[in-house]
Nanobody, 122 residues
Framework: QVQLVESGGGSVQAGGSLRLSCAAS????????MGWFRQAPGKEREFVAA????????WQTNSVKGRFTISKDNAKNTVVLQMNSLKPEDTAVYYC???????????????WGQGTQVTVSS
């Protein structure tokens, strides 16, 4: 059974940084994709960034490019989202997700963490 546990959310002023971690367990060989999504109040869940356990390269949505970095530690089954230059519009609940392939559509991802709140004040 795949389990994803996020940590590292919190409150920060605009321009600040936060680091989110996702510890994964129970992964199978086919669970190659790890991603971060976010959902603000009244809005649909949106893709933020993703990474593959087996391949190089990362993917980010345009609004976070140059500010957010996703990385992985294969030995620890951990994925990290480093968020710099945070803006009030980054405020949302951030979710870690796992699946077989990387896609932007959140409805196609198989496994989800419980979410962690990120609040950025102006």
């Amino acid at each position: 059974q795949v389990q994803l546990v996020e940590s590292g959310g919190g409150s920060v002023q605009a321009g600040g940084s936060l680091r989110l971690s996702c510890a994964a367990s129970g992964l199978t060989f086919s669970t190659d994709a790890m991603g971060w999504f976010r959902q603000a109040p009244g809005k649909e869940r949106e893709f933020v960034a993703a990474i593959s356990w087996s391949r190089s390269g990362t993917w980010q949505t345009n609004s976070v490019k140059g500010r957010f970095t996703i990385s992985k530690d294969n030995a620890k089954n951990t994925v990290v989202l480093q968020m710099n230059s945070l803006k009030p519009e980054d405020t949302a609940v951030y979710y870690c997700a796992a699946s077989d392939v990387i896609v932007r559509d959140h409805t196609l991802w198989k496994y989800w963490g419980q979410g962690t709140q990120v609040t950025v004040s102006s």
